[in-house]
């Protein structure tokens, strides 16, 4: 899956409601909508894929890498992401501190693949679809410090009152 398509359809999405929302359209009210979007779609729904791919089709995904396929971390990476998918798919339902923190373990976690993915690229040369690709610049470095940003943003804006 090309993570740009799914970071445009979560903002798609996400216009749509904006467009459609019946309460006053606030600065804050608008970037939250954008955050559940963005923090359900690209991080929850492709967390949950991702734990798919790893767990059940393996070295597919770890020659769409250009890694050797077999490795029980693979199964490990793929529960990681689970994790981080369950969590962003609670995103709508709580709130608060809790987006803040939804938001750090998922930007540790993807910049951290992406800290692994840039090293074998400059060590080994790897440049695999999914080492060096769209995955690792829009995946594991942009949506993170996008989604990072926003709950920073939302959590120092006070609500407006009537």
């Excluded at 090309?2 to 409601?17: E, G, K, R, T």
């Excluded at 695999?128 to 690709?133: C, E, K, L, T």
């Amino acid at each position: 899956m090309n993570p740009l398509y799914i970071l445009l359809f979560s903002l798609l999405l996400a216009m749509v409601h904006v467009f459609l929302m019946k309460k006053p359209r606030t600065l804050k009210k608008i970037l939250e909508v954008i955050f559940m979007y963005v923090m359900f779609i690209s991080v929850g729904l492709t967390g949950t894929l991702a734990f798919y791919g790893h767990v059940f089709m393996g070295p597919e995904i770890a020659a769409k890498i250009g890694w050797k396929g077999g490795s029980p971390f693979q199964y490990e990476v793929g529960v990681a992401d689970l994790s981080f998918g369950v969590i962003a798919l609670l995103t709508p339902w709580i709130r608060g501190t809790y987006w803040i923190a939804a938001a750090l373990v998922n930007a540790v976690f993807l910049i951290g693949c992406a800290v692994g993915h840039i090293r074998d690229l400059v060590l080994h040369g790897n440049t695999a679809v999914y080492n060096a690709g769209p995955v690792l610049w829009i995946g594991d470095l942009l949506v993170p410090v996008l989604i990072f940003a926003l709950a920073v943003a939302i959590s120092k804006m006070k609500d407006k009152k009537r």
